[in-house]
């Protein structure tokens, strides 16, 4: 049986670490840094990573909203959209992800553009 996406990308632990370099990575780009001033990085970054494991395979429950809930009124842009991708695909390159695991990540956050942008 094949591996799924969160066993390849090395599990909790390693998927932990690549969201909270993400989060960092968001916290200080320009396009990004006004939304995440004044909010709970810690926070965040819990349910970021119960998110990303829960929805590639690992055994994680998501205790946050629902994604399309989550981002409600925040108007997001597509540059948004995209610095957020860019910094998420350069976590994955800082933990030595390989290839076809980036792309299927990208895959994965591309499927979910209509949840969070402004529509």
Same mark, same amino acid.
Request: hydrophobic share 45%; with cysteine.
């Given at each position: ?16 670490? =690549? =969201? ?9 780009? &320009?396009?990004?840094? &006004? ?6 990085? &810690?926070?965040?970054?819990?349910? !970021? ?5 829960? !929805?590639?395979?690992? &055994?994680?429950?998501?205790? !946050? ?9 925040? %108007? =997001? %842009? ?15 390159? !800082? ?25």
């Amino acid at each position: 049986m094949a591996e799924t996406l969160y066993q390849r990308l090395g599990g909790a632990e390693r998927i932990a670490a =690549i =969201i909270d370099d993400a989060l960092d990575r968001h916290a200080v780009n &320009p396009v990004l840094a &006004p939304r995440f001033r004044d909010k709970d990085l &810690p926070r965040l970054k819990q349910l !970021g990573t119960q998110f990303f494991c829960a !929805g590639i395979g690992g &055994p994680q429950q998501y205790e !946050g909203r629902e994604l399309r809930t989550a981002h409600a009124g925040m %108007n =997001i %842009n597509e540059q948004e959209l995209l610095a957020t991708m860019d910094d998420i695909v350069a976590a994955l390159n !800082g933990q030595a992800v390989g290839a076809t695991e980036v792309s299927e990540v990208v895959a994965i956050l591309y499927s979910l553009k209509g949840e969070v942008l402004r529509v």
